[in-house]
């Protein structure tokens, strides 16, 4: 949950703060010059949107560590260390993608995450609440899904999705903003560029539509889970991957995220249900037993 979370915390970010710049720069002036321009308003919403996007994914494994506090494994201070590189390594070998970072950072819960730009250059990282509520079997399979992730390219796949998703609202922001800037707004019959509220308009439409449009990405999130868990149980065994989420089950406890993000994460009721970017785990735990 944690490596959808940053990265779409990232991608709203990074989109806010280029429509910020591109504003300074006077390309909202030059988009309604002459009445809005929607073939160009297209061509800067697929720039910005999957620039925006690809800058986000760049920045993954950095804004993970930093966010989290991750310590990567560089020189193995125990056994248990230890032993997690040599199991990220076996498994990454058997997956046919280059042997990723391995990090621990401090949190209650039992979680992990993979992120990265490309395959041969990711970061698995654990919580020591994982390492301390799990036994080596249940690692391993954990283990197995997040390299599952790094090996299906999902930080990629979701990556030209958010693309996607980051043109809609960018166009739709600025789309709608001019005309409610020039129904509301307007300041003389000849006017026809952006009015005082058309910059507060863009802004907000673009946090409420990229919030709606969070849930596509969110939908694609629970897809590609059913996928990891299928990955982890062939890298681990199924035995162990089922073993691992019912432990996750039964051990869950209030996640350390900002109370406004609660949403992100498993939850009661439908709206959570359409935000959450992990499907429930006894949904996960009958796929898997379904499985050959």
Not at 245 to 253: G, T
């Amino acid at each position: 949950m944690k490596r959808i979370f940053l990265f779409l915390a990232t991608n709203l970010a990074v989109v806010l703060v280029l429509s910020v710049v591109a504003s300074l720069l006077g390309v909202n002036r030059w988009l309604t010059a002459n009445g809005l321009n929607l073939e160009a308003l297209l061509g800067f919403a697929l720039v910005f949107g999957f620039g925006g996007s690809f800058i986000s994914l760049a920045m993954s494994k950095w804004i993970a560590k930093r966010s989290t506090g991750a310590q990567v494994i560089t020189q193995p201070r125990n056994s248990a260390e230890m032993w997690l590189l040599q199991t990220v390594e076996r498994q990454a070998r058997a997956a046919g993608i280059g042997m990723p970072e391995v990090a621990i950072y401090e949190a209650p819960e039992p979680n992990a995450f993979a992120t990265g730009m490309n395959k041969n250059n990711a970061l698995v990282a654990v919580s020591t609440g994982l390492l301390r509520s799990m036994n080596q079997d249940e690692v391993e399979a954990v283990l197995g899904h997040e390299i599952s992730h790094v090996a299906n390219g999902d930080m990629v796949t979701l990556s030209l999705i958010q693309g996607v998703v980051n043109t809609f609202v960018i166009f739709m922001a600025r789309a709608v903003g001019y005309f409610i800037d020039q129904a509301v707004f307007k300041r003389g019959s000849d006017s026809r560029g952006p009015g005082v509220g058309y910059m507060l308009t863009v802004m907000v439409l673009e946090i409420l539509f990229g919030i709606l449009a969070s849930m596509i990405v969110a939908w694609f999130s629970r897809q590609r889970e059913f996928r990891a868990d299928a990955g982890g149980a062939h890298l681990a065994g199924k035995r162990k991957m089922i073993a691992a989420l019912q432990r996750l089950q039964a051990a869950h406890a209030p996640s350390s995220l900002p109370q406004n993000m609660a949403a992100m994460g498993i939850a009661s009721g439908q709206l959570a249900r359409l935000f959450a970017t992990h499907p429930p785990l006894d949904v996960r735990i009958a796929a898997l037993q379904r499985t050959q």
